[in-house]
């Protein structure tokens, strides 16, 4: 054997050998997404919520609601509304961060909100929509993640404001 067939024998081999390797990682690395991915599937148990939330403004600030959560998210809420923008077709935009804390003392960590409004009256506020992201919390809370939808109305003459909430929360369940 040459020298040269020698040296074409071991790139092939090595060549090969890398080609192996490569397609090894890439098997492992798809099999361990997977794992991962199911694993988190089967880690979750999602259930729909729904309820209702009374508040009064100006409790805390002016800026603040504060009041209680019935239902699923049973226990006490306030909101404060960070902006107030106008929005499309006559619309009201108002940008809010939510705090809950359920009757069994969990917290529940939500995303900013906005909640887009139509003016049925002066100072009287319908929701034409206001989605809410839960992004965690803590006690049954804790990693939890979902998403609820409202309606009602916030009458800023009174300072009150009522909502219907209705949507799904997906918890981890415990592996023991």
Not at 14 to 30: E, G, K, N, P, Y
Not at 63 to 68: A, E, I, P, S, V
Not at 141 to 162: M, P, Q, R, Y
């Amino acid at each position: 054997m040459t020298d040269k067939t020698k040296d074409r024998q071991c790139v092939i081999a090595v060549t090969s050998s890398h080609m192996r390797v490569s397609l090894i990682s890439v098997l492992c690395l798809l099999t361990a997404t997977w794992v991962v991915a199911e694993q988190d599937r089967t880690r979750r148990q999602c259930v729909p919520i729904g309820g209702s939330i009374i508040t009064n403004l100006a409790v805390v600030d002016a800026n603040t609601t504060l009041g209680t959560a019935t239902g699923d998210l049973k226990g006490a809420v306030a909101a404060t509304i960070l902006e107030v923008a106008p929005g499309e077709n006559g619309s009201t935009i108002f940008t809010v961060q939510h705090h809950f804390v359920t009757e069994a003392g969990d917290t529940i960590a939500v995303d900013k909100a906005q909640a887009t409004t139509a003016m049925v009256a002066p100072g009287l506020f319908a929701i034409v929509s206001y989605p809410v992201t839960i992004v965690g919390g803590t006690g049954r809370f804790d990693g939890a993640t979902g998403s609820f939808e409202n309606i009602g109305e916030a009458d800023l003459n009174t300072g009150h404001t009522v909502f219907r909430y209705q949507g799904r929360v997906c918890f981890k369940v415990s592996e023991k």
